[in-house]
């Protein structure tokens, strides 16, 4: 499906379906890295546009070469899901459940009181997308939350 060729002094890739030809820049000079680059490349090729390698050959693959296999198979850009984008879902969710009676006033607080200070918290770490909160993360809040709660006292 796709061949790696040097060209001057890097590798490309090219990919013959039919009367479709489809040509790019890998980036790269070593050629072991043009060969996980066409693996990977080959491999979303297969998955088609849903693929979940797509967002990280964005940022791997030379932009127009990115460009041209992406119109090829029509991948339509992923918004990645952000720390924002659950707290304002989750405020919503509470709202409503509040109006019909489902959720305590006084709990909707505490949960605010929570959703702020994790907040504070990513906002320490440096971390705005949803990916990168994970298990390990949530165990740390836990602790910088009980030290924080004791130098309050």
């Given amino acids: 499906m796709l061949t790696i060729r040097r060209r001057g002094k890097?590798?490309?890739?090219?990919?013959?379906?039919?009367?479709?030809?489809?040509?790019?820049?890998?980036?790269?000079?070593?050629?072991?890295a043009a060969r996980r680059l066409t693996h990977r490349?080959?491999?979303?090729?297969?998955?088609?546009?849903?693929?979940?390698?797509w967002p990280e050959l964005k940022t791997l693959l030379p932009r127009l070469t990115y460009g041209r296999f992406e119109d090829y198979v029509g991948v339509k850009d992923q918004q990645v899901p952000t720390w924002n984008d659950l707290r304002e879902a989750f405020t919503t969710h509470m709202e409503q459940r509040r109006n019909i009676g489902k959720l305590q006033g006084s709990t909707e607080e505490r949960y605010k009181v929570t959703l702020?200070?994790?907040?504070?918290?990513?906002?320490?770490?440096?971390?705005?997308?949803?990916q990168d909160i994970a298990k390990p993360l949530v165990e740390s809040f836990k602790v910088w939350r009980v030290e924080r709660i004791k130098k309050k006292r």
Avoid: P
Avoid at 116 to 130: D, G, H, P, V
């Fill in 116 to 130: 702020r200070e994790f907040e504070s918290f990513l906002a320490a770490q440096k971390i705005t997308r949803l």
């Fill in 41 to 53: 490349l080959e491999t979303a090729l297969s998955e088609g546009a849903t693929s979940s390698l």
């Fill in 10 to 32: 890097t590798f490309h890739a090219d990919m013959l379906i039919g009367d479709i030809r489809i040509r790019g820049s890998l980036g790269t000079r070593n050629q072991d």
